[in-house]
């Protein structure tokens, strides 16, 4: 299911984010306390081994580090007055999330802002939690704050037959296409790369050292991935084909020195980040494969 497209090289570089494969809800590996609070009561998940597996927080360049896990990524920055997280992972990721970020010397309430980069379970599932245990502020595009708001997906999200929820988040503030979020001494963009869903964006930033310095991109998936019986050849589906055709040329002329993959176990030989020149366009280029694969599937009458 996360994997549909059956593409090795879309499968390590655009990364699953499905929102199928949630098997039920109940106290999987949080139970006791977590399993009597709404907001990190364990979504069940087929993956959640994997997404979840525990990683040591590391620093990836400047004062951006990763809290999260072997699967699903977690940004960290430090802006001089205040963090910034991206991204939230499953529910019952928060409280690991917020101790990865303690381990690093830092203090979850100096979390100012949360950046998401898709209204669906497996990275927005902690934000409500997060929110409420930091008091920051979620940003996302216009698109996946109505997602958010509701802990469901968007009418015209091709997973919305998976009916898949999360806890939503009561407040978040919106951020057009290449509009800019200033906190301390970093400024964030926001990145339009609809498609995966309607409002999926990337974030990109600076990131320095002295006088050495790094555009970082946290990519949103690009998984031309659905549930079963959605086409992306049918006609209500232009929105989404144009939606894609915009994040690939969106994503190919973006500056990208280090890039971080929603889904970090999809992240390559060097793990957790990629720091191969053109490793954006290369991420689109995959997507841009499987979209191919899918069609061809489609036109062919065997896809799912
Ligand atoms: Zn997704």
Redesign the pocket.
Known sequence: MVCRTGIVVAALLIG????GPVVATGPGTGAGQQASDPLTRPLAVERESTWLAPRAPEKIFGTTYLVGFGGLSVALIDTGAGLILVDGALPQAAPRILDNVRKLGFKPGDIKYILST?P?F??AGGLAALVRDTGATVVASDRAAEGLRTGRLGKDDP?LAYDHSFPPVAKVRTLADGERLTLGNVTVTGHRTAG??TG?MSWSWPACEGATCRTIVFAS?L?P?SAEGYRYSAPTSAGIRDALAQTYATMKAMPCDILIT?HADQGGATGRYLTEPGACRALAEASERALAARLRKEAAGTAE
């Open positions: 699953g984010s499905a929102a898709e669906h497996d990275h997973q995966h869903t999926s998936s998984n991935v929603a």
